[in-house]
C-alpha cells in the first residue's frame, strides 16, 4: 500500500479496500436518488460520477473501479436507475474516470486543479466517443457536455474542494465535515436547477 497525505493506494487484497468500495457504492446510490428527486436534476449534475472520483482519488484504482461498476449496477437493480439501456455508457465512463483519478493522484503531487479537470473532461470525451459508436447519435453522446455542463463543474471543482478535505490527518473529522460539504454542494446545485427551470419555463 502507498500512502501520502492526499491519497491512499489500496491493494486489492486489502479488506479496506472493499470497505470503503462499500461505503462509495451506496453512497453513489442514494447520492443520484436524492438529485433525480429535482426534475433536472440528474442529467444536468451527473451525480453517479462524483463520488467515483473522489473514491478513485483518494483510494485507488480497485477502491474506484468497485464504485464505477457496483453503484450504477445496484441503482439499476434497486432503483431502475439508471435504465438499463444506458448503464453500458455509464459503466465506461465510471470505469475511465476511476483509471484516470487514481493515474492522476499518483502522479501528482498535491490535488490539483489542472489534473482534476483534465481527468474529468478526459473521461467525458473518451466516454463520448464510446456512446456515440454504440448509439450513432453524436446528440446522446455530447449530451454530458450540453446538458450536465454544471456537474462537470461540480466535480472539478467540488471534487477538488472534498479532497482537500480529506487530505486532513483527522480522518474522521475531515469526513464529517466533507460529507456536509457534498450536501451543500449537490443542495446548491439543485437550487440552481429549479431556478433555471422556473426562469426557462416563464420566459417560455
Known sequence: MRESAKSYELSFY???TWFWAAVFVVGNVVLPQVVHLVPGGGPALLPIYFLTLVAAWKYGPWVGLATAVGSPVAGCLLFGMPAEGALAVILVKG???AAGAAWAARRTDGVL????ACVVIGYQVLGGVFEWALTGSFVAAAADFRVGFAGILLQIFGGRAVLRLLASKRELCSWTICLSA???LFVGG???VVSCCGL???EG
Open 113 to 116: 486543479l489542472a489534473a482534476i
Open 182 to 184: 457534498v450536501c451543500r
Open 190 to 192: 439543485l437550487s440552481a
Open 14 to 16: 486489502d479488506v479496506r
Open 200 to 202: 426557462y419555463e416563464y
Open 95 to 97: 470505469a475511465l474516470l
